[in-house]
């Protein structure tokens, strides 16, 4: 009675061996890194929209004032709202591809990330992504010097500036990592092609 | 587990080991009174709340999960449903507040399993099925814990079924939803689970509460990747746990059955059970959400008698028409008094080891305090013994 139960007794077929060498883990953190990362980028295309919407919104009656300095008196008989639709569509046609690009890249990651599709063309795409942003941030952090050292800054837009270089450091730092990972998943899967077929 | 396996099969298990009829059905029934034993159960019969072995889900939503409450909810669910696997584990890298929790986890042949039947010797058929149902509980519900916990019982997208396909196995990705009233899907894997919730200690997150009701199923196997694993990946094979836990369950009553016979882990009993392999093998692969109909079945033709269909209301009728003095000999009196004992016992292994995730612990008949009034009961009983 005291025995394990023998041979003959599991008649049960076996289960398949996991891989848990340190190899497979590795692989396996990167795809989770790929995973989060990706939903990451997808999220944070919602701040870009909710700044780029609100600064045209906020800041229309500037706008309108700049755009009829440039045009000159081309524009007189062109009515303030007109020209603030016309900047709106042309904000949302920017924020369109901004979030075509940040879908195809999160969408691809997380596709990486669950070994469905194994495509490359994010990656580049993701290398523009985080020069925009650090163009963006570098404007930010130039803008919320400014508003520090002005006597008469508008109340909140300092915030508002600090907000964004914060958001914007995150999002390039998860596109950094992104990559990252991205590259060891294709190195690992490389090796494991290579293992296969000298096996 | 569930009841065709805590009733149904420990009825099987205890006719095997040798008792009798009666004695079968009374630990299958305290087997699976584990799963029924709440506080509103106990109020309403006017038992001692501090020997529930279980919250209902109404009580869990009233639960607080501030620090005594998570205590509270620890001791029942460590106690009896997850009894942790090794409270000295030690791991790297990690702070004491994780480590604590780690060393919850529930797994197979712990030395407080040696401990949880043990206590069960000369206590009675109802101890018995007490100590069943824990032992049952450590084979479905290992590689989870029974303290609310996102870092150690959080599942994610990466669970996998392995179903049977002709010589081998294909896998298929599970798809969990968290609509309580919809019926778990196995044709098409669909399983209910318990929502995410970001909150470390939330009640979601108890238990094997993120992969539903699927662990409780013997036919399920599967692959997933636990929160504690770091990134490692394990297979759950429930046919084959399932197995053991019936030869283990034979194998411990016999041993309380036999004076002088200690029980051992990894121990099973599977020459008794050999005549019947096959019957119970076939009913653990069947795909179905419960067994019942199956095992009943097995156990009427094992013994010959027709199982009762489980019920309590007879515990109930015969405690609460039972004078006070004599309530702790009734069968809900007795299984009260496992209960209180397994409780203390589990809650005192674990403060013992430094872990003050199921309270404090307190040796009453040390320190000579009177104690709570529900352990008074417990102590009591001891004293009895003792003399």
Redo the contacts between chains.
Sequence with gaps: ??????EN?????Q??V?D?SPDH??L??SQ?TL?IVGTGIIVFGFWTVLKTLGKVYLNRSEYIAQIREFAGTSMMEVSDNLIFWVLLFLAVCYLSLGIVTRLIIGLSAISEG?DRRHGFIYLPLTVLMILLGLHDTVYSIDMFINTVTETEAEAGSTDFHMASVIIQLTSIIMMIQMIFSAVRVKKYRRKKRKKKEEN | MQLDFHYYATYCAAFIAGYSHEESVIIAHSAQFVDDCSRTFLNRVGGPLSAATTQLQLELMDANTDLVGLQDITRIWASFHFLPGDLYATRKKCSKRYLRKYRLICNVNSDLLIDTVELARGKGLEAAGLAMHVLADTWAHRYFAGTPSLVINNTNYDFYEIIPDGEGFKERNIRFNHNPAAKDDPVNGSYTNSLFQSNENSIMNLGHGRAGHFPDYSFARYRYMPAWGEYREFVKDNPSDYKHAFGQMVYALKCLKTEGQRFQTDCYADEEVLPWIDTIEQILIKRQLDANDDWKAFAASLSGCPVPDYSTDHLQEEYMAADQEYRDHTILGRFIIAALAQKSMITNRIFSSGNLLAGISVDYNKRGFKGIRDYRKLMKEQRREDE
Excluded: G, W
Excluded at chain 1, 1 to 6: Q, V
């Design positions: 009675m005291n025995s394990m139960i023998t007794a599991h008649r049960f077929p289960v398949p996991i848990n883990i590795k396996r953190k989770n995973v669950r």
